[in-house]
């Protein structure tokens, strides 16, 4: 079973500073995904990565950025958090480029920008 | 850009009775995909549907896809309070390389 951990669940975090997500994934899968999950929004496109090293930016990349440095690990950087960057933050993976592919999604992490 | 309109947002039912949510694309879809996400809980992928017109079954779950690939549905019949939770619809439009999700059904089963 595929397995896509979020470092934390919740994370509270102050207007400016530069805030890391991590999301690591056990299965060899070249896709992963971040999204941000709002309510009446559904789940929005930051960026991805579908090799180490490569990224392409999603729907709504402003105020964030990207690392892929290792396979299994994909980061989310907040350069400078603002209170609109309060969200849930979704990581998913797939296994190989392609459409038509289920994602997995870790469990999220709440962030909270005071 | 890509926009994937899902209604209703929200829904009350009796148990028992039965529910759907439907999905609008603004462009060709070439999949439609189905989640769950449970309150509390992360998507769970249910399924995908790829043909024109397209019709699949899972137990009480049927899900439809348009014949013009820009719609889909989701009926669930005879509800449960195991039912509960978000349902997104997601897809993917010709020449793209990312899902795009729907804004999700909540659906709430009164027992």
């Known amino acids: 079973d595929v397995k896509v951990t979020q470092s934390s669940r919740y994370l509270v975090k102050r207007t400016g500073e530069k805030v890391f997500l991590e999301c690591v994934q056990d299965?060899?899968?070249?896709?992963m995904f971040w999204y941000r999950q709002d309510p009446g929004l559904g789940l929005r496109l930051i960026y991805f990565s579908y090799d180490v090293k490569m990224k392409e930016k999603g729907d709504i990349p402003e105020g964030y950025s990207v690392s892929r440095e290792k396979k299994e690990r994909f980061s989310l950087i907040l350069e400078s958090a603002s209170t609109n960057q309060t969200s849930m933050y979704l990581c998913a993976t797939t296994p190989y480029t392609g459409p038509n592919q289920p994602q997995h999604f870790g469990d999220g992490t709440r962030l909270s920008i005071l | 850009g890509q926009q994937v309109m899902q209604i209703p947002q929200y829904q009350h039912v009796q148990e028992g009775e039965d529910f759907t949510t439907y999905c609008n694309s603004s462009t060709t879809l070439s999949n439609i995909q189905w989640y769950k996400q449970r309150p509390g809980g992360h998507p769970v992928f249910l399924i995908q549907l790829v043909k024109s017109g397209e019709v699949k079954k899972q137990k009480r779950l049927t899900f439809q896809f348009g014949e013009a690939k820009k719609n889909s549905s989701l009926h669930i019949t005879a509800t449960q309070t195991t039912d509960v939770g978000t349902y997104f619809c997601?897809?993917?439009?010709?020449?793209?390389?990312?899902?795009?999700f729907g804004s999700g059904t909540r659906l709430q089963v009164q027992p």
């Open positions: 997601a897809g993917i439009s010709v020449g793209r390389r990312a899902l795009t």
């Open positions: 299965m060899d899968h070249e896709n």
